[in-house]
Every structure is written in structure tokens, then in C-alpha cells.
T-cell receptor, first 114, second 114 residues
Framework: AQSVTQLGSHVSVSEGALVLLRCNYS??????LFWYVQYPNQGLQLLLK??????LVKGINGFEAEFKKSETSFHLTKPSAHMSDAAEYFC????????????FGKGTRLSVIA | GAGVSQSPSNKVTEKGKDVELRCDPI?????LYWYRQSLGQGLEFLIY????????KSGLPSDRFSAERTGGSVSTLTIQRTQQEDSAVYLC????????????FGSGTRLTVV
């Protein structure tokens, strides 16, 4: 079955430290890949997406992600964490050339410590 | 409208009662999706509508769940004879078409079955 795996349900970093949130997917065909962020009591907001252009994708709020086909990964990074980055982050994948709804990972809660 | 609107934002219902959740997508978006978000479980796909095509109901967990979309716009998700395990946040999203574009999510309806 097609699946999306986010390693670590909770990640804690110090303010100013590197943020690394991991996402792997199961597919031999490069899919479309997305990262969403959810702040408390809000809906999901699109951070960035990969749709077969450049493998390094830049998004909002200083986040970026790199598509690595050989590793079937799409990890999310940010060089320096801010307190405002504390939220839940979801990796999502559109398999079958985008013709089926997004499949989401279970999410990673990011805490930022002052 | 400017965004995806969901109502009510919160709903408390007694076990065994029916509930209706409403979603008003972005004007012009032909694709509409319903997801369920439970604590620690990420987003679970329920159903999606694409234009005038028959909806993809493959994610509905039981025959107590149904959804319709009238006039290609507003959608209603109905849960009959609610059970406590139905308690979750129900998220609606829309997109221009299904494919490489990300979705715009509403803020969700938090359903609590007591």
C-alpha cells in the first residue's frame, strides 16, 4: 500500500538550532510531495511543494525541502528555529501522477525551546 | 469566498444522534476533499469530489458516513447514529483540480460525541 512515514512524532529543538523533520514515502514513481503546517486550533497551511521541477524546494517562513528519489525522502529543514515555528508539521504525497487525493503522514510536533 | 469555510466550528452531540457538517469551498475550485484528523493519527482521507464525476468514497469508514456536494459548490458530510469513536476534527479542503496543486484547508469542525 502507498504510505507516508514521518519519523518522530515529536521533535524538540533550541531556538536558533537547525530544524530537520523527516518524511519518507513508498513509491517507485516520483510523486508530488508537500509539507503542511498546522498551528493550534487552525487548519493546515501549505509550506512548500515538489512537482518534478528543482529537487530543492524553498517555501514560506525560511523552510526548504529536498527531494531525494534514491532515498524516497522529502525531509523538511530550516537553518535556524524561531519560537513561532512551534506547530504540527505534516508531509503529504500525491501518488498516481496526482490523480488520487493526498496521503498524509501522522505528523511531527515541533517544539522550540528558548 | 476568500477561503474554505466550515461550520460549525465545534459540535457536541449525543451518541446515536445524526450530525451534518458543512463545507463551503473556494469559488471556482472543482475538487473538494474531506479528511478526519484524530489525535496522533494524522489525516485520514474520507471522500473527494471532482467536478461532476462520481465521488471517490473509498475512505469512508462505514455506511453511517455519507457526503454530498450540491451544484458543484457546498458540501455536507453526514454522520448517522454517531459513536464515540467518531469524535475527531473533520477537515475540508478544496483545489482548482486534483493534481499537483496543493489544497486549501478550512479550519475544521471539532466533533465530540458524548
Amino acid at each position: 500500500a502507498q504510505s507516508v512515514t514521518q519519523l518522530g512524532s515529536h521533535v524538540s529543538v533550541s531556538e536558533g538550532a537547525l530544524v530537520l523533520l523527516r518524511c519518507n514515502y513508498s513509491s517507485s514513481v516520483p510523486p508530488y510531495l508537500f509539507w503542511y503546517v498546522q498551528y493550534p486550533n487552525q487548519g493546515l497551511q501549505l509550506l512548500l511543494k515538489y512537482t518534478s521541477a528543482a529537487t530543492l524546494v524553498k517555501g514560506i517562513n525560511g523552510f526548504e525541502a529536498e527531494f531525494k528519489k534514491s532515498e524516497t525522502s522529502f525531509h523538511l529543514t530550516k537553518p535556524s528555529a524561531h519560537m513561532s515555528d512551534a506547530a504540527e508539521y505534516f508531509c503529504a504525497v500525491s501518488f498516481n501522477s496526482g490523480n488520487t487525493p493526498l496521503v498524509f503522514g501522522k505528523g511531527t510536533r515541533l517544539s522550540v525551546i528558548a | 469566498g476568500a477561503g474554505v469555510s466550515q461550520s460549525p466550528s465545534n459540535k457536541v452531540t449525543e451518541k446515536g444522534k445524526d450530525v451534518e457538517l458543512r463545507c463551503d469551498p473556494i469559488s471556482g475550485h472543482t475538487a473538494l476533499y474531506w479528511y478526519r484528523q484524530s489525535l496522533g493519527q494524522g489525516l485520514e482521507f474520507l471522500i473527494y469530489f471532482q467536478g461532476n464525476s462520481a465521488p471517490d468514497k473509498s475512505g469512508l469508514p462505514s455506511d453511517r458516513f455519507s457526503a454530498e456536494r450540491t451544484g458543484g459548490s457546498v458540501s455536507t458530510l453526514t454522520i448517522q447514529r454517531t459513536q464515540q469513536e467518531d469524535s475527531a476534527v473533520y477537515l475540508c479542503a478544496s483545489s482548482l483540480v486534483i493534481g499537483s496543486e496543493g489544497y486549501t484547508f478550512g479550519s475544521g469542525t471539532r466533533l465530540t460525541v458524548v
